[in-house]
């Protein structure tokens, strides 16, 4: 007797929601690079219950069409790769076409969304199944409601950690998504408190200044340089100001954070011998290359990316935080309009 058969679409969404939504701050970072890719100058973030009870992503981007809306949570459903050759030079943020289809099937989702040009759309689908879909009045860009998170994968529930910790999580990732992208103005509020506000005024050492403090941003220099293959710039702190971890030091690769483990220790030796035992820099890093020298499909999460001619780039941010760091009487970097 037969005994394969084919999951229901509905179970394999759900095993895939177990790489992709890990936690609330992964539902996030999906919903606000969704929300990235479609263009958007305003993306505010609203959490309750450290994401568990609700997280709602407000947008002002480009919507999505009508008839699209059915297909944004079919898996392996996108509008912005096609061709394999695309998957190799990929710019936006998503390109998987997973985020909803997973977050949907374990989660109550209500998304609102128009391009302007015509009627818009309201989809409502908890666990997998659509509870609702019509026509609705809705402004341009796209509105979704992610709530009662795992409320029908309880394992995934009981793993989640305090609600501090839940939300420091969600804080840490808008942090990073915000010094990503200074032209674009974010907010995050839990249950009403706002915790991050930046203008989208486009000056990164304003997004460092509102995320790590006026007093910590005067304590940062910037530095920029460039090898045949890479543009590099962005900011590090001065010896004096350092942390406890790697992890105030954010890397962006063409404009997606990512974690590289040779690129962040790049870093820390151009300080040399400037560091105390267990300390490290707050930096912002940001890396220009060539796609094609790039692989950001190594990992559902898309974090971890494997960089052709590593060693040259290596060398190259060493060098220049070193050769900036060296300069006698460093000048802090002014911050400015605050
Ligand atoms: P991916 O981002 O990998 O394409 P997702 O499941 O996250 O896959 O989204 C599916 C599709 O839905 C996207 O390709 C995009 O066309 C559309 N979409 C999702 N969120 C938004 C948004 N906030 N604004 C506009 N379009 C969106
Ligand atoms: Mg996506």
Not at 39 to 65: P, R, Y
Not at 69 to 79: D, G, W
């Amino acid at each position: 007797m037969a005994k394969i058969h084919e999951l229901s679409d509905v179970l394999a969404d759900q095993i895939a929601a177990g790489e992709v939504v890990e936690r609330p701050a992964s539902v996030v970072k999906e919903l606000v690079e969704n929300a990235i890719d479609a263009h958007s100058t305003q993306i505010d973030i609203l959490v309750e219950e450290a994401g568990l009870k609700s997280i709602e992503i407000v947008d002002n981007g480009d919507g999505i069409a009508t008839e699209d809306v059915p297909l944004a949570f079919e898996r392996h459903a996108t509008s912005k790769i096609t061709t394999r050759e695309d998957l190799f030079k990929v710019r936006s943020l998503g390109f998987r076409g997973e985020a909803l289809p997973s977050i949907a099937s374990v989660a109550d989702v209500v998304l609102e969304t128009s391009t302007g040009d015509e009627t818009g759309t309201q989809i409502h689908i908890k666990g997998g199944q659509v509870v609702d879909h019509s026509l609705a009045a809705v402004r341009k860009g796209t509105d979704i409601s992610v709530k009662d998170l795992f409320f029908n994968t309880p394992a995934r529930l009981k793993y989640m950690k305090s609600p501090q910790t839940e939300l420091a999580n969600i804080s840490d990732i808008v942090n990073r998504l915000a010094l990503s992208y200074p032209e674009i103005a974010f907010t995050l509020s839990h249950e009403g408190r706002e915790l991050i506000r930046t203008s989208g005024r486009g000056d990164l050492l304003q997004v460092i200044a509102g995320i790590y403090g006026v007093q910590n941003a005067r304590k940062m220099v910037q530095f920029k340089g460039e090898n045949v293959d890479f543009e590099i710039s962005g900011y590090t702190s001065l010896p004096e100001f350092t942390r406890a971890s790697r992890q105030y030091i954010s890397v962006l690769i063409n404009g997606r954070y990512v974690k590289n483990f040779q690129v962040t220790k790049a870093i820390i030796e151009g300080y040399g011998s400037k560091l105390m035992v267990g300390r490290y820099p707050v930096a912002v890093l940001n890396i220009k290359m060539d796609p094609l020298l790039v692989d950001v499909n190594v990992h559902p999460a898309k974090q971890e990316v494997r960089i052709s001619q590593e060693p040259q780039l290596q060398e190259l941010i060493t060098k220049v935080i070193y050769k900036e760091l060296a300069k006698e009487n460093l000048i802090p970097s002014a911050v400015k309009n605050l």
